[in-house]
């Protein structure tokens, strides 16, 4: 069975913290994403990974980075978390391919800041 | 950015009734579509997936393409309560691997 593994189901962080938010994957995709999800907002995307160590801003970057140092493994940090970064936060994967495209999904994070 | 509009609703249908769900997307040269269910408190899971103009039919569940007036639809017949969720359209970006989603419609299936 498919999975995407996000490390942490349920944060609470101070503002001004450093957060990190660990997914892992066991299904070999090459692209990998990190959305995060608000009422009224739907999802948007905050960073993607089509390989190791590349990564592309998404529509939403300002106030994270991410790290992709193994294909299985992508990280969304938030150097020094706000209030406003309060979310749950979606990690997931798919193959590359024009008309591939499935993606898969963690259980989500849902982070609030304090 | 490249736009999926859905309405929010909330869509409410009887028990057994068909459910009519519409999307409609901005960047003519997408192709692919998808749909994804998600209820509440979890994760959004792939329904249907569509990349030819017309009809695809799975079960349930039938997604439609209408290239030339850029909308996507998703027909769910004889809903049953296990239906209520909210639905996502999402469509695959021309160059790249990004996703666009639309907001959802929330979609409640009265016994």
């Known amino acids: 069975d498919v999975k995407v593994t996000q490390s942490s189901r349920y944060l609470v962080k101070r503002t001004g913290e450093k957060v990190f938010l660990e997914c892992v994957q066991d299904?070999?995709?090459?692209?990998m994403f990190w959305y995060r999800q608000d009422p009224g907002l739907g999802l948007r995307l905050i960073y993607f990974s089509y390989d190791v160590k590349m990564k592309e801003k998404g529509d939403i970057p300002e106030g994270y980075s991410v790290s992709r140092e193994k294909k299985e493994r992508f990280s969304l940090i938030l150097e020094s978390a706000s209030t406003n970064q309060t979310s749950m936060y979606l990690c997931?994967?798919?193959?590359?391919?024009?008309?591939?495209?499935?993606?898969?999904f963690g259980e989500g994070s849902r982070l609030t800041v304090l | 950015q490249k736009e999926v509009e859905q309405n929010s609703g909330p869509l409410s249908v009887p028990e057994g009734a068909i459910a009519s769900l519409n999307c409609t997307y901005s960047?003519?040269?997408?192709?692919?579509f998808f749909w994804y269910r998600q209820y509440s408190g979890k994760s959004p899971e792939l329904i249907m997936f569509i990349y030819s103009n017309g009809d695809k039919e799975d079960g349930r569940f039938t997604a439609q393409l209408n290239k030339a007036s850029q909308y996507v639809s998703l027909l769910i017949r004889d809903s049953q309560p296990s239906d209520s969720a909210t639905y996502l359209c999402?469509?695959?970006?021309?160059?790249?691997?990004?996703?666009?989603f639309g907001t959802g419609t929330s979609l409640t299936v009265i016994p």
């Open positions: 999402a469509v695959k970006a021309v160059t790249g691997n990004q996703f666009y």
């Open positions: 960047d003519r040269g997408s192709q692919s």
């Open positions: 299904m070999d995709h090459e692209n």
């Open positions: 997931a994967s798919s193959l590359v391919g024009r008309y591939t495209g499935e993606l898969f």
